[in-house]
C-alpha cells in the first residue's frame, strides 16, 4: 500500500517511473577527471553581450582531482576542492581557478598518495611503517576531513570554502587564495555543520551542527552574529559569538539522520530528520520545538519557506528514497556511452527529485482535532491531518526533463517570503543537462537547454533598481564533454530566460557542486 502522502495525483507511481526511460546516453567521463589549475586569471571571448551593470565575481565549488599517484578515489565527492572565479566587470569576464590548500591537499600530495579518508574513499595505512603500525591503524577513527569543496559561505563577512565536517578554510574571495583552518568545535560544542547556512537581514547567519556525547545525539541550530565594524579591518577568521540557540535530541540516537540542508522562514526554521520517516519540527527561536510527521522521502536542498495566514509554507526537492548519494561513484559516473550508462541499473533506476510543497499549521495544540484538515488556506491542496498529504508543486511538463535540483530563488529579497519563481537544473543526464525556470503560481516552466551542454547550478542576480522579482540575472557555469577546453559563463535574462551572452574560457572545468555570487562594491 503506497503511503498517504503518494496518493495525490498519483504521486504513488515511484518518480523514476514517471519520467520518460532514456537512451543513448553519452558518457560523462570527460566531466569527472582531475584538471590543472588556472592560478592566474585568463580573458574570455565574449560572444553576445554581458550586462555592464554586472560587476563582481562568480565563484563556483567542487572536485576537480581524483587522484595522487597510483591511489585512486571511488566517489565524486571525493575529490579534492577546486575553486573557480568568473570575474565580470564591464561587460568583460577573466576566469582563474585554485586548488584549496587544505591538509588533505597538502598531505595527499606530500606523499603522493591518498592519506586522508574521505566521504567513499578509505586512506589505505602508511606503507613505510611496520607491519604492527599498519596494523593497528586499520582499527583507528579517520579524522575529519578539511577538503572543503561543497559551497561557498559567509560568516561576518568572511567568505568560507566549506564542507559537512567540522572543519572550514577561511579564503579570499578576489584571489582565491586560501587561509587558516577553523574549526567550529572551537567556537561551540559541535561536530559539525552544513554547507548550507541561511542570512537574515540583519547581518546574521544559521546554521545547523550535530552534537553527541554520553547523553544523546543532538541537532543543534547555530547563529552567528552580524560582523562588528571594527573588525573589518582584521585578517583573520572571526566567530566569536557564536552559539546554539536550539538543540534537537535524535529520534533514533544511535541511528542520527543525515542532513545537507535546512528551511528558514523569516520567524521559523524547520529541520528534516531523514531518511526512514520524515520528523518536521518546527523551531522557534526561543528553542520551543514541535514535531510533525510526513511519509518518507529524501530532500538535500530546499527552495524556501514563508509564513502565511498562521501556516508554514514549505517547499523542497524531494526524492522517493536516498539510494542516489551512493549511487554517484566514479566508476558510475565513467561509464561508457549508450547501453552501459543507461541500461536499467544506473540512470534509468535513478531516483528522480521533483518540488513539492507542504503546509504546516503553527497553531497546533492539545486541543487540536486528530482527524481534521487544517490546512485553510486557498489556492493549496496539501493536506494537513497529520501532516502526511503533500502537493506537488509542478506539472507533468516538467517529467520529461528528468526533474530537479539545485533549485535558487532571488535570495536576498525573498528568502522566508511569499514567492513565485524558482531556478533550477534539469536532469535527463546523470548531470544536470538544462536550466529550469519554474512560476509557482501557474507552474509553467521556461528551459534553456541544449545537447550535450550541462550546465551548473543557476544563481540569481538582481539589477540594480529591480522593481520585480525576476529582474535581473541567471548565471551558469557550461561545460561539455563533447570537445577540449570549451567552457563558459552563461548569462541569461532572469525574466524571459533568453541568453544574453557567454564568456568562453579554454580551460576544462570538471562538473561541480555550489557557487555565490560575490558582488563588488
Not at 509564513?307 to 559516473?333: K, P, Q, R, W
Not at 507542504?358 to 482527524?371: A, C, F, K, S
Request: aromatic residues 12%.
Amino acid at each position: 500500500t503506497p503511503p498517504p502522502l503518494l496518493r495525490v495525483r498519483n504521486m504513488y507511481i515511484p518518480s523514476r517511473q514517471r519520467c520518460p526511460q532514456a537512451s543513448g546516453l553519452e558518457s560523462l567521463a570527460p566531466l569527472v577527471r582531475s584538471v590543472e589549475e588556472t592560478p592566474s586569471p585568463i580573458p574570455s571571448t565574449i560572444r553576445g553581450t554581458i550586462p555592464t551593470w554586472i560587476n563582481g565575481s562568480f565563484l563556483r565549488n567542487g572536485p576537480g582531482k581524483f587522484e595522487f599517484g597510483k591511489d585512486r578515489y571511488n566517489h565524486w565527492f571525493d575529490g579534492m576542492a577546486l575553486m573557480h572565479q568568473f570575474h565580470i566587470c564591464e561587460g568583460n569576464v577573466t576566469y582563474n581557478s585554485r586548488f584549496l590548500q587544505s591538509d588533505s591537499y597538502v598531505c595527499n600530495s606530500e606523499k603522493n598518495r591518498i592519506v586522508v579518508s574521505e566521504f567513499g574513499t578509505l586512506a589505505m595505512p602508511d606503507p613505510c611503517k611496520n607491519i604492527f603500525a599498519r596494523f593497528f591503524s586499520r582499527f583507528q577513527i579517520p579524522k575529519a576531513t578539511d577538503n572543503a569543496g561543497v559551497n561557498f559561505v559567509k560568516y561576518k563577512g568572511d567568505f568560507y570554502a566549506s564542507t559537512e565536517t567540522n572543519y572550514m578554510r577561511r579564503i579570499d574571495p578576489q584571489s582565491l587564495e586560501t587561509k587558516e583552518k577553523v574549526d567550529w568545535s572551537q567556537y561551540i560544542a559541535v561536530n559539525s555543520a552544513t554547507a548550507h547556512p541561511h542570512y537574515d537581514r540583519e547581518g546574521a547567519t544559521y546554521n545547523m551542527g550535530n552534537s553527541y556525547s554520553k547523553s544523546g545525539f543532538f541537532y543543534n541550530i547555530i547563529r552567528v552574529p552580524p560582523p562588528e565594524e571594527k573588525a573589518a579591518t582584521e585578517d583573520s577568521a572571526d566567530l566569536t559569538g557564536a552559539k546554539v540557540i536550539c538543540s534537537i535530541r535524535a529520534a533514533e540516537p544511535r541511528k542520527p539522520s543525515y542532513y545537507h540542508s535546512f528551511v528558514m522562514s523569516e520567524n521559523y526554521i524547520v529541520f528534516i530528520e531523514q531518511p526512514l520517516k520524515m520528523d518536521l519540527m518546527k523551531l522557534m527561536y526561543t528553542g520551543m520545538v514541535v514535531m510533525y510527521r510526513a511519509a518518507p522521502m529524501l530532500t538535500l536542498h530546499q527552495i524556501n519557506a514563508f509564513e502565511d495566514s498562521g501556516f508554514l509554507v514549505m517547499d523542497m526537492c524531494c526524492a522517493d528514497d536516498g539510494e542516489v548519494i551512493g549511487d554517484f561513484t566514479l566508476g558510475n559516473l565513467r561509464r561508457d556511452s549508450g547501453e552501459e550508462m543507461d541500461k536499467v541499473n544506473f540512470y534509468n533506476s535513478l531516483c528522480r527529485n521533483l518540488p513539492r510543497r507542504y503546509i504546516l499549521p503553527l497553531t497546533v495544540d492539545e486541543q487540536t482535532p486528530l482527524d481534521q484538515d487544517l490546512v485553510t488556506l486557498r489556492n493549496y491542496t496539501a493536506t494537513a491531518k497529520k501532516t502526511k498529504q503533500g502537493e506537488e508543486l509542478h506539472s507533468d511538463e516538467l517529467l520529461q526533463y528528468g526533474g530537479l535540483e539545485f533549485p535558487q530563488i532571488n535570495y536576498h529579497h525573498y528568502n522566508g517570503r511569499p514567492y513565485r519563481y524558482f531556478y533550477s537544473c534539469g536532469f535527463g543526464h546523470v548531470f544536470s543537462d538544462s536550466l529550469l525556470k519554474m512560476d509557482i503560481h501557474t507552474k509553467e516552466l521556461k528551459v534553456w537547454r541544449y545537447p550535450g551542454l550541462y550546465p551548473s547550478e543557476p544563481v540569481f542576480v538582481a539589477s540594480p533598481n529591480a522593481t520585480e522579482e525576476d529582474d535581473g540575472v541567471v548565471l551558469s557555469v557550461i561545460i561539455t564533454p563533447r570537445k577540449e577546453k570549451s567552457s563558459f559563463l552563461l548569462v541569461l535574462d532572469a525574466k524571459t530566460f533568453t541568453e544574453l551572452g557567454r564568456a568562453e574560457v579554454p580551460v576544462n572545468i570538471p562538473y561541480g557542486t555550489h557557487g555565490h555570487y560575490c558582488m563588488r562594491h
